[in-house]
């Protein structure tokens, strides 16, 4: 065996370390399927499927059944059970109680596939905790969403963009290759039926080349066909009124062709807001000799340097948002995962 080409180091997402994952029915091996189960606040109604509304409990259900059914000896009269800490009916069955005042939130379950440990160059194909925290704050302030056009920059696999959907009119969830984009069609459409009113659009941008901004963006070769944004994509896109990127910064070259389309983007009107999550990622290097986190550091410097852009009467504000809202999906939300909020603004009149 030959030596001369080395594995790529792997990352693997918190999310799919602590999560159970199973090998998605679709024929491709290296594929995974996991099933996001939240809680749904109050403001949105009438989201999903009721089978998909019953399957959260489903597990926990047959346990109990299980433990309460199907055996006819050793069961405890009902005078017996007067004492314990549960309460049966006449059949044996457990009674659950709940407070008379207190609404049991409904949820909803949100089917997913994507890849397990990838290489850096792919790990969009991975959940990030950057988006968990996303969609949460997406929930809880679904008012800002409702109606609205949303762009998703790096969308990966397409959450952020799904949960988007429950509320935007329309959003453009946007990634670059082939691959990718693929596993984001295939997720839209395996929880379209979540999305009945709103329109999800899969598209290719690539950070690194601003022709989709231009009138010849058609004549690019590394637009894919089937993503490829028409004339009306790209109108609809430069209105946008909200722009989304979860755990976008990992690269530097990257960082720096992100914050350059960001750029070009919030020069347009109308005034558009953006909503992004970073993880503060610590490594030590024996260069420095120290903990460092080259990643969210030039982050912060791209951040420094937009608000410090002065285009005439247009200007940048950059501030950080406070994540104490509540918690919807199931992920540890650290101190280190942060969210950002970057908006222009324009002159009166």
């Not at 459409?189 to 979540?194: P, V, Y």
Request: charged share 25%.
């Amino acid at each position: 065996m030959s030596c001369d080409s080395p594995i790529p180091d792997q990352v693997l997402s918190d999310v799919h370390a602590s999560l159970p994952s199973t090998p998605a029915s679709l024929g491709h091996a290296d594929l995974s399927e996991s099933r996001f189960c939240f809680k749904l606040p109050k403001s949105i109604a009438n989201l999903g499927r009721e089978e998909d509304l019953t399957l959260y409990n489903c597990k926990h259900m047959e346990h109990l059944h299980h433990a309460t059914s199907g055996r006819s000896e050793g069961l405890k009269t009902c005078s017996e059970r007067t004492n314990d800490a549960y309460q049966y009916d006449e059949d044996g069955d457990l009674v659950l109680k709940r407070a008379a005042t207190e609404e049991q939130p409904r949820k909803c379950i949100i089917t997913i596939v994507h890849k397990m440990a990838t290489d850096l160059s792919m790990v969009g194909q991975q959940v990030w905790l950057g988006a968990l925290l996303l969609c949460d704050f997406i929930l809880h302030y679904s008012a800002l969403f409702e109606g609205c056009s949303v762009l998703d920059l790096g969308a990966g696999v397409g959450l952020t963009s799904i949960v988007a959907g429950f509320m935007a009119k329309t959003v453009f969830c946007t990634d670059h290759g082939d691959d990718i984009l693929k596993l984001a069609c295939m997720n839209v459409e395996r929880n379209r039926h979540l999305l009945p009113t709103s329109s999800v659009q899969v598209r290719e941008i690539d950070w690194k080349a601003d022709s989709f901004l231009k009138t010849d963006f058609k004549e690019s070769s590394s637009l894919l066909e089937p993503y490829r944004l028409t004339d009306g994509d790209v109108d609809m896109l430069c209105s946008c009124s909200i722009i989304l990127a979860a755990e976008v910064i990992y690269d530097l070259e990257l960082t720096d062709a992100f914050f350059c389309l960001l750029y070009k983007l919030l020069l347009k009107t109308p005034t558009k807001i953006v909503y992004m999550t970073v993880e503060k990622r610590q490594l030590f290097t024996i260069a420095d000799k120290e903990v460092v986190s080259p990643a969210y550091e030039h982050f912060r410097e791209n951040l420094e340097d937009l608000c410090g852009i002065d285009e005439g009467p247009v200007r940048f504000v950059c501030s950080q948002v406070n994540t104490s809202f509540p918690q919807y999906f199931e992920y540890q939300r650290a101190k280190e995962l942060e969210l950002w909020k970057i908006e222009t603004i324009f002159p009166h009149g």
